[in-house]
């Protein structure tokens, strides 16, 4: 304030200045009011679709997910065992992953030879037994306890006597190894209850057949030890139906080795616009010191504040390296954003401008105020975008992650409109901040990982953390972004 | 102080009826405030009618810091200095001279005036002018300040200051009754 009287008496007059409006006046208030309200809410939108977007494809997904249990689809179904047959109860008390080996001694076990021979058998089963696991108690003994073993590991110790494991109780599948010195009956745990008849076609090969299907020898996944077998002599055994269960599956694949390096393409469409930073303090009307345009910078050239949204997109190529539960991945990424302001005609005529520096810019076109037409600002950049991102969830073979990043871009090409001190709005190019520095943050739902195609979809925002605009003409404008990121990992096709 | 807390929350509620009578507890003064920058009322009403929507629209950014009317009235400033920049009546003549060399005014003119005449002689300088000297002399912001709010440099919001002030003072010194009887031919 100023101690001078003048001052003091215009001002302490103008305080009384009270004039009455006409009754139009709040009616246009009103109007405002509700328009300001339905732009605010636009923008809320966006944000609650991309929400909804996620939990509708977690939804879908998690509906929709996949059985992923080995079922054994084309188990061969083996008969029942006879009542002298180890109950199927018996195997179910199996633990998933042991072997219980029973000799023919065993009571529970199934009785060998003539007993249970059936009527059509008239070849003998040699069965052998092979150590190819660890086991806890000698054949001898009566029962046999093999831990579990990979496919892979298929040594063979030692052999067995031979009487040790005909009518041996065991948890199927199982399958003939009927390699040159082998012959061995291999069977695992039973998860299924099924049976079979042990028997040997002419060239001395064992098989394991069902009732519908004698003769047929049947390839089945090893998971345990083998059965131990003897000589031929034996009757054909049949086994209980919990004892063995016989799969048409073939032996699992080796385990794919997990790729720590993935790469693939991305597309990013969305809705794009300029706005003022959010670290100024405009346009809050809370601090004293308000302003329009002018009120951060010191130009009399700023960019048009007035924009709409326009029209934003993204799209390029990544390598990404995952960890445990995060990753890193960089990329190069061609990117569009607009936004569209409202200008009257456009006057093909030279205008001067003055700038921040009171240096004289001329133009050759210009645009009046009004809004009888559309006038799109344009960016196109270069950009190299850099990740970090986090799994959140994990959903089987749907994962959703979290990303957030910044990236470097270059505007290769870009118009954008400016108004000078007199609000004439022209076009330039040379007041626009070419090297730009993006945050982006997002979501992403990881579809099908384990498939040939995995899909990630998901919401992503991008900010322009540089202005838009040349400083010295700008007052802080921004590029905000907001789009729904769909990427494609391709290290499986190519 | 009049509380004006539960009218505020009632507005930011959506009442209509509180807005509209925080409008109309504050209409007046702030017509009298937009009247001020402007060459005529029916400008001034399209001023204020700007300044009341982002009033509302930006009612939950008042703290309660300082008086409310002190802050709707700074809304209004700021929303005439905007009109006045889009305005085509008033942009040409929004022209600031870079002078370092302002002249001194220091003489106190008795001040017979009334408040509206008072009002008509400010709005008859040129729209810089004008501008200046509500910012400074009525609204009370520092030349620092209006260099930054209208893009221009401290030395030339004084200068043209000074030159408004003095033109005024001239008016009310020298030609008193015949700039009463221009204002009042208008």
Redesign the interface.
Known sequence: MHGKEFERKVQQQMEELKLSPSDVVWQQVQAGIKKGKRKKFMWRFVPAAAVLLLLMSGYLLFVSKENGSHSGKNDTVLNKQNDKAISEQQLNNQQTDELDLYTQKNKNSLTAGKDIAPKNADSATIIEHNNIAKINNSPENGSLTQNAISADKKTINKKQKPESIIGSRVPAPAYTDNSADKNNIVVANNKNKRSGIVTKNSNNNFGIVTDNNINNSVEEELRHAVVAGTNAGYSPVRVDAGAIAITNEKPRQKARKYSAWKWGVQVTPGLSNVTKTFTTNEPNYALSNTGGPYSRGNSYTVPNPDNNNGFAFNAGVFVKKMFKKTYVDIGVNYSYFSSSIRVGSKVDSTAVVRTQNMDLLSVNTFYEPGNSNTYHNKYHFIEIPLSFGMQLFNLGNTKINANIGASYAYMVSGKMLFNSSYDTHFENKSLLNRSQVFVHAGIGVLLNEHAKLPVTIGPVVTYGATRIADPSSSTGQHIISVGLKTSFELQKIF | MTDYRQLIKDCLKGS?VA??QL?VHF???M???C??YTKS?TD??DV???G???????LH???S??ELGG?IR??M??TA??YL????QY??D?VFE?SSVHPVADD??E?FL???E??EM?RQLPTGYQTIFNL???E??SHV?I??????NEGTSRSQYARA?GLL?SWINKNKEDVKKKLYAR
């Not at chain 2, 009341?52 to 930006?58: I, P, R, Y």
């Not at chain 2, 920049?85 to 085509?88: A, F, P």
């Not at chain 2, 260099?147 to 221009?152: A, E, F, R, V, Y």
């Open positions: 209509a807005q509209k409008y209409a007046e003064s017509l009298g405030v009247y001020r009322l001034a009403e204020m009618q700007d009341f929507v982002k009033v509302f629209l930006h950014q008042y703290k810091e300082g802050w700074r809304i400033v700021t200095l905007n920049k889009k305005n085509n942009k040409y929004l870079n106190d003119p001040m009334s408040t509206k008072i009002a400010i400074h002399a009525v009370g912001y300040e260099g930054k709010m209208l893009g221009i002030r003072i």
